[in-house]
């Protein structure tokens, strides 16, 4: 008995709080209204709703209310007596501690509840929770009380079931369908890694659970709703266009963009020339910019910008008018148009174009024939192609000073030059191997076969001329026939010649070697400027001489 007027005093403390009166002596926590969780349920299914504090509003916690001394009642509002009415258990519902049971839910449940807490001086009340119950339709769900999601096509998306935190011990056991019909997946929630068109629809979760030996449905729908993708609007036309017009004539030229699927209105499409913007068509002006407009088409829309030309002028030709798309501040992208004039630009483009290869032509000759030597030797570098592979042959070079006995009491400059400084860059720094009558032939092996023998081993004939050069008395003209015999006539050896002192009257020559000297197999010694490495005469030499392979003259060197 004791307990009845608590439960009445309890009763009128909600219903005047309600209704905006605040009765003195209790402290009351309200929630706003925008703060209430709707759910959906179909009709015969197990509902269940929870007493949520507000946040930051209540001292206590929903699951500490013992602690407290809290107690939990549930109210329903009545619309038609405008007030809430206490709910009590039932075999139909259950409160247990701050959940609402409905076993099963009918569609006269359906309204808005509410929970309060009371532990004799302090009160507070949760926020609305309404409660949708909808009859049963053919299918497994009823579009009046589907939740929507969107998606967009090759994305990926994670659809979790709407409202189900009251059942989180069963969640895993949730289980899938697509339009009622296939079932798709059993779990928590279902997982997209790239959307397609196809899996657009109803996707409905099924969680089933037994009280008091009776088996409940509870059931969830999403609708999935998928876009297409956005697409950066883009420049059709023009792009680097020339456009052959004529003098006097009306012409138009649309600057062309993709839009996407959907409108761009935020797009920037005007044309520009000479890096000021067109003005606007109003008159007769010669030259202006159309409105403008857009359409529509399967593929999607195109935002079209008319450049109208009232009257070609010469003052437009060989001009470049473009077309620039702006999306944003910083996405800009930009097209021309060149107008030429008809019957003249074709010739004139194919003039310049062949003028412009035969310049490069005469360009990339001209450097060909100024760096040849270069060019070859680091062909050769990068190649490593070694022609001395496989021909038996013993040296890479002959090495013969035409000399005379008076001479070579004087000669001294020369012979350092044949005999040191030859051996010295060749031998030494370039890994070629030389022969040298006055070296390695011994003097009892001084005959006209030994030399003949030696030269035959030999890749190259190496002749150093001398500007004293007498034919009648020379101890080398021996070696000068056979050399020059087996250059010319047996073809078995290649010549180098290398005039160490500018050489101005040649007639004393024999006329093989004048006939050689005309070749370009003549290297010219400068002094100073060639004793340095890397000057052109050691390069024309070692390009004059056979190709080696790096590892070979590294083991040389």
């Known amino acids: 008995m004791l307990a009845l007027p608590w439960m009445f005093f309890l009763i009128f403390t909600i219903s005047e709080m309600r209704n905006g009166d605040i009765t003195e002596g209790y402290e009351i926590d309200r929630c706003l209204q925008f703060e209430s969780t709707m759910i959906f349920v179909l009709e015969g299914e197990h509902a269940r709703l929870r007493c949520r504090l507000c946040n930051g ?81 053919d299918g497994c769900y009823s579009e009046e009380i589907e939740y929507s999601r969107s998606g967009v096509i090759g994305a990926s998306i994670e659809l979790p079931c709407p409202h189900m935190e009251e059942y989180k011990n069963n969640i895993e056991d949730l289980k899938w369908y697509k339009d009622c ?34 088996q409940y449905n509870v059931t969830r729908t999403l609708k999935l709703k998928l876009e297409e993708p956005s697409v950066a609007p883009k420049l059709v036309y ?21 839009a996407g699927p959907k409108s761009k209105r935020d797009v920037m499409l005007t044309w520009l020339f000479r890096k000021t913007y067109v003005t606007t068509c109003k008159g007769m002006e010669p030259v202006c910019k159309d409105s403008r407009r857009e359409t529509t088409t399967e593929n999607g829309i195109y935002i079209v910008r008319p450049l109208v030309f009232t009257q070609v002028t010469k003052e437009h030709l060989n001009q470049y008018f473009n077309c620039v798309l702006r999306v944003t501040s910083e996405q800009e992208t930009m097209g021309y148009i060149f107008l030429q004039e008809k019957g003249k630009s074709s010739v004139q483009r ?12 005469i360009a990339l000759a ?45 000669a001294n400059e020369e012979q350092q030059f044949a005999f040191e400084l030859l051996p010295a860059i060749l031998e ?96 010219k010694w400068r002094g100073n400027k060639s004793e340095y490495k890397h000057s052109y005469f050691w390069k024309k030499l070692r390009y004059l001489m056979p190709a080696k392979g790096r590892r070979v003259q590294a083991g040389n060197q």
């Open 57 to 137: 509003s209540s001292p206590i916690e929903t699951s500490d209310l013992q602690t407290h001394g809290f107690t939990v009642s549930w109210f329903k509002y009545n619309a038609k007596r405008d007030h809430s009415e206490l709910l009590n258990k039932g075999s139909r519902i259950s409160i247990q501690g701050p959940l609402l049971g409905f076993w099963p839910a009918t569609f006269n449940d359906t309204g808005r509840y509410f929970c309060s807490l009371f532990n004799g001086t302090h009160n507070v009340t949760g926020p609305n929770e309404i409660l949708d119950v909808t009859p049963v339709s």
């Open 181 to 214: 019909q296939k079932n798709v997946h059993t779990g928590s929630s279902l997982f997209f890694g790239s959307l397609e068109k196809e899996n657009a629809g109803h996707y409905t979760c099924i969680l089933t659970i037994r009280h008091r030996g009776i």
């Open 238 to 258: 023009p792009h680097q266009e020339h456009i052959e017009v004529t003098l006097g004539e009306r012409r138009i030229i649309n600057c062309t963009v993709y």
């Open 350 to 361: 194919t003039v310049k174009y062949l003028i412009s290869i035969i310049v490069v032509l």
């Open 366 to 410: 001209m450097v060909c024939v100024h760096f040849n030597v270069q060019i070859a030797l680091c062909f050769r570098d990068l190649t490593g192609r070694d022609e001395t592979l496989g021909d038996s042959k013993e040296y890479d070079a002959y090495i013969l000073l035409l000399k005379s006995d008076e001479i070579l009491l004087n």
């Open 428 to 523: 030494e720094k370039c890994g070629y191997r030389l022969c040298i009558f006055e070296r390695d032939i011994l003097p009892g092996e001084a005959s006209a076969e030994s030399i003949l023998f030696y030269i035959n081993k030999c890749r190259r004939l190496i002749i150093i001329l001398s500007k004293d050069y007498v034919d009648d008395d020379f101890k080398s003209t021996y070696e000068l026939v056979t050399g020059l015999h087996q250059v010319l006539v047996e073809r078995q050896i290649k010549p180098i010649l290398i005039e160490f002192k500018p050489i101005n009257n040649t007639k004393s020559f024999p006329e093989s070697l004048q006939l050689l000297l005309k070749s370009k197999r003549t290297v």
